[in-house]
Each structure stands twice: as structure tokens, then as C-alpha cells.
């Protein structure tokens, strides 16, 4: 490509390392065009979309955009990490060497661009100037428009942002091709669809998707994966698809950052978002800082600091309401920008409807498209209950947007870290909160975290999808070092976090309806938990942590029924014990899993033994 020096100067890309990167994948991708792209290129870019028909419409500086139909979640099937090291192996990391299978996703990239343009979106993962910053940097090629519209809002994009690296050659490398979506043989024998990430070359291949964590590579690939991975090589920090939040108590001034992780859609953007219950207003304020993912490191004070390194929300649509989640409607209110997929649109009004966002969809269902583009009018009786959105929806706006970001997410000096919380859909057992203080115990907890995969009547009740620290689908390296790694980097600190586990998701075993009222009422919780840290409560100790009180818990304005209270501050021993098998067999899974991780799990087992000889 003749004038591609030209792009580049005209672009103001001076990192010589960046132009040999992308001039070496201009050639291989045989790309006809190059364009750089910065975040001030947005409402160009929005414009050409929206002229080209890729994007839709939908209200005042708002626009909606529709997948490919078999092209609507990530593919954990077809996710890869790969090094040039067998002994990186893992249960989760569907490891394969790099040797291997570079080639088949580099054969089917090779030539895919002929005749198109290649997007080139310098971005970071970071604000600028952090402690981490040098693990922040990264440039995706891409051959789609949309997915640099996302970028721009998940993460911060620009040239100035790379040209001036401590260490030039210091970026991560992430290759997206979109490729031919109705010919990849989703879900098939032969399917084409390679989400690679080869960990210790820095370098990202995905190809096959244009699709959230699949497309936007600064999001899970970069910031989970390969961050995991750099974090771990270099012993300095972990990366964990943890929320991040603030509680500042308006009466003493003082604020509290919890961060914790839930697996994928069980709340974390819910949670990081919440507004403090009604009652409650006056005297607590939740600052946001982010939903999805967090680095953690040691600061030289010896503290745990954390900092999201996105600059957006890509939220679930679904169930997002003026009730469960008010700031997310803020967030993409006319005027934000904010990105729709998936959801249901009215190709005449402009108009967008999720399921949850009102009881009932539109009465008049004129105009109205499914997220398949199917016009709802159509429908054969037999499809009218089918939803109108996909339920992996979702809408994509920047944190500047939403309404109770905190003040200084920005700060490249993270916040100071005060508990680490793990949770996730549990039907019983798992009570509301209860407290870890011991190291070893915390991570064993976050290591048997789990998710209902299905409901009961399926016949797996009590087998939960485990999902260590919520990182199953984003593993980089084996399990048993990430728990030494976990051991070693909050071990390092003076002041340590407190562990919790939370459960919004008990249910009564009759009816069916949760037993706590969830999303803005969990701040209760929190408060407790904050409490328990500095002292100010004791709690009641339990084989399994420690539970609140009833009567330390701020009920202040919730109605909640008695027995149903009652159930989620107690512990059903019997019920535990049968876990525990479970747990033991999970973690046998895991090579070279530190001793004290086993020490902490036969605690456990033993202090539930003793229980239940105590009051048979
Ligand atoms: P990813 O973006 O996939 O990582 O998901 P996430 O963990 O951020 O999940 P999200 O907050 O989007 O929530 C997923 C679903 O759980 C939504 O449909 C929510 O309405 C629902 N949900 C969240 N919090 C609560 C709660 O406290 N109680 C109940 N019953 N449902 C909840
Ligand atoms: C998740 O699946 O946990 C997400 C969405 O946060 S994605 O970016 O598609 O991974
Ligand atoms: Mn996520």
C-alpha cells in the first residue's frame, strides 16, 4: 500500500514500532485502505455508519445497531489461550501452543481486508499515568466500523495515547477481523471462529465476530485475559472481572471502595451502579467506578489499590429499569451517544424496548423489529411469546455518562481497596452476606464461587457452574498458580481487605420469589460488611464466616418478611456439608494448588462437622 506512510503522518502516528505493526498486518490483511482512529473522530465515524445503514437511529444522539443473528454473546467454546509454554496450561484456559494454532487463525485472516478499509484504534486501558499504565497500552486493527464506535466509548482512543510509550514496543497487539459472518459455520463441526490470545507475545488474533467481548479487544481479551497474564508474569498486580464502587457515609465524611466479582450477568453492573435505597439517602451516597473489570496491585503505602481500566459500560439490557437501575438510564439518555444492540427497535419512531424496561411492550407493535430485524406485526401466533430483545442485549456508553461515577475515576492512583466480594446466583444456601477476615479462606472462597448454569428442574440442584472469582471464561494461566498469585499480591499487604461472599439470589423453595429484595436494597449489606471491617459490629460467627445480626443490619424503610430475613442470616449446615464434596472435587481439578488453599478448605469442612454434632 503505496500511501500508507502518508495516513500514518497525516494521522500523527510517530511510534515507529506501531507503524512497522500495522503496516506488516496492512500487507497480510492485503487491506486497500488505512485509517487511524481517534476519539475525536466519533461523530464522523457515527455519521458514515449511520449513512451506510450499520447503525441506526435511535433518538437524539442515540443509535441502534443489530448483529448478525448467530453472532450475539461471547463463544467460550472457541476461546483460546496460547503461549509457547505447555506448562501454562490450565482446567479453563483451553490452552493450545502457539505454534499451533497462530497459523490456522492467521490462514483465515490472510487477505480478508482486500478491497476494504483497516481501522487502526490506538487505545488504553488505564487513565493515563497510572502505576500500570506500561500494561495498559494497545492498538486493535479492525475491519469494522461499529466496533470502533464501541471502542471509543469502552476505552480511551487516540494517537497521543500511544505515541509517546516509556517503552515503545510496549503495546499489545490486537488483531479483529469481523470476517464472513453468515459463512463461519457457528456452532458447527466447522466452525471458523478463532478467538486467540497468545499471552506471552502480547498479541490478540480474533477473527469471526463482531460481537462485545468477541470484537471490542481492549475490553475482555486485553483486559482480562492478557492483563491476568501480565499480571501474573510480572508478579505486580491481578486482573479480575470485578465491579468497583464507593460508599461515602455523608455523617463522618469517610469513604469505602468494595470490589468483587459476580460471573457474567449476576449483577455486577447493577451493583457498581446502584443508588442507596430511599431511606437511606440522606446519609450514604454509592460513587461508580466501574462494572466489569479491575486491576489490583499493592501500593507503596501497603495498601490494596484497584482502578477499572475501561472507560465504558457494555450493560445488560435486560430487566433495566427506573426501579432496578436508574443511573443506567441516565446513562443512556438522548444526548449520551450511547450505543444500542440487540434490543428491539421502531424503524418509524426511533423508539428502543428491552423485556424489563416496562412490564408490558409496546401496545402498538407498528414499526416495531425484533433484535432478528423481524417486523413484531408479522408473527405467527406461535411466535408471540418469543422476546423482542435478545437476551444478551446490550447498551454501550461512556462512564462519563453515568450519573453517580465517582469523582476521581479518573485518578490514576486507583482507590485504596477496603473489601474484596465474591457472589454469584445461588437458590439456597448461600446466605445474604457472610464475612471471611482470614487470607487463604478468602481466595478458597472466591475459588469455589459459583453460578447457577440452570434452574432446578433441570436435575442438577445443588451443582453449581463454578467460576472462580468469576474468571472462568476469562482464565489466561493455570488455576493453581492464579491462587498463589492471589495468595501473594493481597498477602503483600499490610492492611488487608476484608473477604465477603453476597447472595441476592436466595429463593424460597416453595414459590419461588427471592427472599431479598435485591439490586438498590443490597447496599445493606455493604454497610454491614464496611461496619464488621472497622469494628463497629461483631457479627456471629459460623463454620462459613460471619453473618450479621439481625439487629446490625440497617433495615431502616424495607419491607421484608420475618421468616424470609430469618433464612438469609442463617446457615443450613446439612445443606453445606453436601457442598462441601462438590468443592473438594472442584479444586482436585486444579494442578499445584497451595497447600494453605487445602488447609483452608478442611477448616472449613471440619468447623461444619463439629457444627452439626453440636446440635444433633
Ligand atoms: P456481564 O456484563 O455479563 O459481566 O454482567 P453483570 O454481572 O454486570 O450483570 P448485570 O448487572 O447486567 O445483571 C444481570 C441480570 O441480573 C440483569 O437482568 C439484572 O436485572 C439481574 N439482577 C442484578 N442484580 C439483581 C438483584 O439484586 N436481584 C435480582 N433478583 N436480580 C438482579
Ligand atoms: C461478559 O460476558 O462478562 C461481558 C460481556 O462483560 S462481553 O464483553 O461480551 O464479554
Ligand atoms: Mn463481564
Known amino acids: 500500500m503505496a500511501d500508507l506512510d502518508k495516513s500514518l503522518d497525516d494521522a500523527g502516528l510517530t511510534n515507529t514500532s506501531v507503524r512497522e505493526y500495522v503496516r506488516h498486518w496492512a500487507d497480510f490483511l492485503g487491506a486497500e485502505r488505512v485509517e487511524v482512529v481517534s476519539a475525536s473522530d466519533d461523530a464522523r465515524l457515527v455519521e458514515e455508519s449511520l449513512a451506510s445503514g450499520e447503525i441506526q437511529p435511535a433518538g437524539e444522539g442515540l443509535y441502534y445497531s443489530r448483529s448478525y443473528a448467530k453472532d450475539t454473546a461471547r463463544s467460550e467454546e472457541r476461546t483460546i489461550v496460547a503461549t509457547s509454554r505447555p506448562q501454562d496450561e490450565g482446567v479453563y484456559n483451553n490452552w493450545r501452543h502457539s505454534d499451533e494454532i497462530r497459523p490456522v487463525v492467521e490462514g483465515h485472516m490472510q487477505g480478508a481486508l482486500a478491497g476494504k478499509t483497516m481501522y487502526v484504534i490506538p487505545y488504553l486501558m488505564a487513565p493515563l499515568g497510572s502505576p500500570l499504565e506500561r500494561f495498559a497500552a494497545g492498538v486493535q486493527l479492525t475491519d469494522n466500523r461499529t466496533v470502533c464506535l464501541h471502542m471509543i466509548r469502552m476505552a480511551r482512543v487516540g494517537v497521543d495515547l500511544i505515541n509517546h510509550l516509556a517503552d515503545p514496543e510496549m503495546f499489545v497487539r490486537a488483531v479483529h477481523v469481523t470476517g464472513d459472518l453468515p459463512n463461519l459455520g457457528q456452532g ?148 449520551t451517544g450511547a450505543l444500542f444492540t440487540n434490543i428491539a427497535y421502531n424503524e418509524d419512531t426511533h423508539e428502543v424496548w428491552w423485556e424489563g424496561r416496562t412490564p408490558n411492550p409496546p401496545e402498538d407493535v407498528t414499526g416495531w423489529r425484533d433484535w432478528k430485524g423481524e417486523l413484531i406485526a408479522d408473527r405467527n401466533p406461535d411466535e408471540a411469546g418469543e422476546p423482542w430483545a435478545h437476551p444478551n442485549s446490550r447498551f454501550t456508553t461512556t462512564l462519563a455518562n453515568v450519573p453517580n461515577v465517582a469523582e476521581d475515576f479518573e485518578d490514576p492512583k486507583g482507590v485504596k481497596i477496603d473489601a474484596i466480594i465474591f457472589g454469584g446466583r445461588t437458590r439456597d444456601r448461600e446466605p445474604l452476606v457472610r464475612a ?17 448454569a440452570t434452574f432446578a428442574a433441570e436435575g442438577v440442584e445443588g451443582k453449581l457452574r463454578y467460576d472462580p472469582m ?78 450479621p445480626l439481625r439487629e446490625e443490619l440497617n433495615l431502616e424503610g424495607l419491607q421484608i418478611d420475618d421468616g424470609d430475613l430469618e433464612t438469609i442470616l442463617s446457615i443450613d449446615v446439612e445443606r453445606w456439608r453436601e457442598e462441601m464434596d462438590h468443592r473438594r472435587e472442584h479444586l482436585e481439578q486444579f494442578a499445584d494448588l497451595p497447600e494453605e488453599i487445602w488447609a483452608a478448605h478442611r477448616r472449613v469442612a471440619a468447623a461444619l462437622d463439629q457444627e452439626a454434632t453440636v446440635t444433633a
Open 188 to 335: 458447527t463441526p466447522h466452525d471458523k471462529r478463532y478467538f486467540v490470545t497468545v499471552a506471552d507475545e502480547r498479541t490478540i488474533l480474533h477473527f469471526g465476530s463482531s460481537y462485545g467481548g468477541n470484537a471490542l479487544l481492549g475490553k475482555i481479551a486485553h483486559g482480562l485475559r492478557q492483563a491476568a497474564y501480565d499480571g501474573w508474569a510480572s508478579r505486580e498486580f491481578l486482573g479480575e472481572q470485578f465491579m468497583l464502587l464507593g460508599i461515602t457515609d455523608k455523617e463522618t465524611g469517610e469513604t469505602h471502595h468494595v470490589c468483587g466479582g459476580f460471573p457474567s450477568a449476576s449483577g455486577k453492573t447493577n451493583l457498581a451502579m446502584t443508588l442507596a435505597p430511599d431511606a437511606l439517602g440522606e446519609r450514604y451516597h454509592v460513587s461508580f467506578y466501574g462494572d466489569d473489570i479491575a486491576w489490583l496491585w499493592v501500593g507503596e503505602d501497603g495498601c490494596l489499590y484497584g482502578l477499572n481500566p475501561e472507560n465504558g459500560v457494555f450493560g445488560v439490557a435486560k430487566d433495566t429499569n427506573e426501579k432496578t437501575n436508574p443511573t443506567a438510564l441516565e446513562a443512556v439518555a438522548p444526548g
Open 470 to 547: 468469576s474468571m472462568r471464561p476469562f482464565m489466561s494461566y493455570p488455576e493453581g498458580a492464579y491462587a498463589q498469585h492471589w495468595l501473594d499480591i493481597v498477602g503483600a499487604t499490610s492492611d488487608q481487605p476484608i473477604f465477603a461472599h453476597v447472595n441476592w439470589f436466595q429463593r424460597d423453595p416453595e414459590d419461588g420469589h427471592f427472599l431479598w429484595p435485591g439490586y438498590r436494597e443490597n447496599l445493606r449489606a455493604l454497610l454491614w460488611l464496611v461496619q464488621l471491617k472497622k469494628g463497629e459490629v461483631t457479627g456471629r460467627q459460623t463454620p462459613v464466616g460471619v453473618v
Open 436 to 452: 471471611i477476615t482470614d487470607l487463604a479462606e478468602g481466595v478458597y472462597d472466591g475459588l469455589t464461587l459459583g453460578a447457577e
